[in-house]
C-alpha cells in the first residue's frame, strides 16, 4: 500500500489535536475473508519494536480474527502473519456459533497472553445482538490461541446495564494482581424513531488474574438517550490509556438521525468515575475519504513521545482503518 496522505489542517485548534495519517489498511487486506469488514484494531507492541495489529474480518467464513504486523517506521506497511484465522465461529455451541470480534490483547511475561473477544452466537431471540465477552489463551507469544472461556462475563440480573449483552473491552494489568476490565454492556432494546436500537452502556470489572472477574454494579458511562439530539444510543468498545496519574478513554458513541458512530472521550482519576467531554469532535470526518461517515472503534498506543490512534472508517469497517497521531503533551 502506497504512503497514505498527511492531514494539514490546523490540528492546533481542536480539542484534541490529532492529526490524520490516512488508511493504513483497506478491507481486501485478508482477501474474501475480509471483503464485507476489516475492523476493530487492538496494537500491540512486541519486545523487538515491531507492532502487531490484531483486528476482526466479516466475509466469507463469516467472523473471524487475524493479525499483522508493521515496524514503527512504516506503520503503514503491514504484513499478514497467516491467512489462516486465529480464531473463527465454533458452531458445536451457540455463543461463537456465528464467529468473534473485536479483539483486546494483554501481551504478559510470565504467564500466558490473554486475548479477549466478543463472541456472535445464535443463543439470544430472534433480531437481538447475541454479544458475549469471552477469553482465549496463548502459550507462545500470542501467534496462536486456545479459548478457554466462553464467556467469562455473565449478564447482570433483569433491568440492570448489562441484562441484555456484553461486547468488546479493554484491559489494563496495572500489577500482578491487578487487572482492571472496561466493557461494552447491553441493556436492552427499544423501538426508536422506526428503529430498533440497543441500549449500551460502558461497564467495569476488577480481576485478579484476569480470568476471574467482579463487576461493579453501575455502569462507568452511558448514553444520554433523549437528552440530546439525535438520540444518543451507545457508548461502547472503549480504549483506556493510564498516563501518570490520569486514566483517559476513548470510545465509540452512536446516535440516530443516520448520524452514527463518532469517537468520544472521557477522562477519571480513579478509573471508575468518569468526566465525558461532551459535544467535543475528537476527529474530523474526511470528506470523500474512507471515514467520511462514520469513526469507530478506536484503538490509542503509547509510541514514544506521541499517541497514535488506530480507528474504523464508514459503517463498522467497510472501509477500513486509519491511524492519526498526537503528541502527548498536547492531550486534553
Not at 461463537?96 to 473485536?102: A, L, N
Request: some cysteine; aromatic content about 12%; hydrophobic content about 35%.
Amino acid at each position: 500500500m502506497g504512503t497514505p496522505s498527511i492531514e494539514t489542517a490546523c490540528a492546533s485548534d481542536r480539542f484534541q489535536p490529532w492529526v490524520k495519517r490516512g488508511r493504513i489498511i483497506t478491507p481486501d487486506f485478508v482477501g474474501e475473508k475480509s471483503a464485507h469488514a476489516l475492523s476493530a484494531p487492538c496494537v500491540v507492541k512486541l519486545k523487538d519494536g515491531r507492532l502487531r495489529m490484531y483486528f476482526w474480518t466479516v466475509g466469507q467464513g463469516g467472523h473471524a480474527l487475524f493479525a499483522a504486523e508493521a515496524s514503527p517506521g512504516a506503520p503503514v506497511h503491514w504484513k499478514l502473519m497467516s491467512d489462516k484465522p486465529l480464531l473463527a465461529a465454533d458452531t458445536s455451541g451457540n455463543i461463537r456459533s456465528q464467529g468473534p470480534s473485536f479483539p483486546w490483547v494483554v501481551p504478559r511475561d510470565d504467564a500466558p497472553w490473554l486475548m479477549y473477544y466478543c463472541a456472535w452466537g445464535t443463543w439470544a431471540p430472534p433480531g437481538e445482538l447475541s454479544n458475549r465477552t469471552s477469553l482465549a489463551i496463548s502459550e507462545d507469544q500470542g501467534r496462536s490461541w486456545k479459548v478457554i472461556k466462553e464467556p467469562v462475563l455473565p449478564l447482570g440480573p433483569a433491568g440492570s446495564f448489562d441484562a441484555g449483552m456484553t461486547g468488546s473491552v479493554c484491559v489494563l494489568q496495572l500489577a500482578p494482581h491487578d487487572y482492571r476490565m472496561w466493557y461494552t454492556a447491553g441493556e436492552r432494546y427499544e423501538l426508536i424513531e422506526g428503529n430498533k436500537r440497543g441500549i449500551v452502556h460502558l461497564g467495569y470489572a476488577t480481576s485478579m488474574d484476569g480470568i476471574e472477574w467482579r463487576r461493579d454494579p453501575h455502569p462507568s458511562l452511558s448514553p444520554r438517550l433523549s437528552g440530546v439530539r439525535p438520540f444518543e444510543a451507545v457508548v461502547s468498545k472503549p480504549c483506556v490509556l493510564k498516563l501518570n496519574d490520569t486514566y483517559h478513554m476513548w470510545f465509540s458513541v452512536y446516535q440516530m438521525e443516520g448520524r452514527g458512530y463518532r469517537l468520544g472521550y472521557a477522562r477519571s482519576q480513579d478509573g471508575v468515575n468518569w468526566q465525558r467531554a461532551v459535544d467535543k469532535q475528537i476527529l474530523p470526518l474526511t470528506p470523500d475519504g474512507f471515514d467520511s461517515l462514520n469513526q469507530s472503534y478506536p484503538n490509542v498506543i503509547e509510541v514514544g513521545e506521541e499517541l497514535w490512534m488506530f480507528y474504523v472508517g464508514n459503517n463498522f469497517g467497510a472501509t477500513g482503518i486509519g491511524w492519526a497521531s498526537m503528541k502527548k503533551s498536547a492531550l486534553r
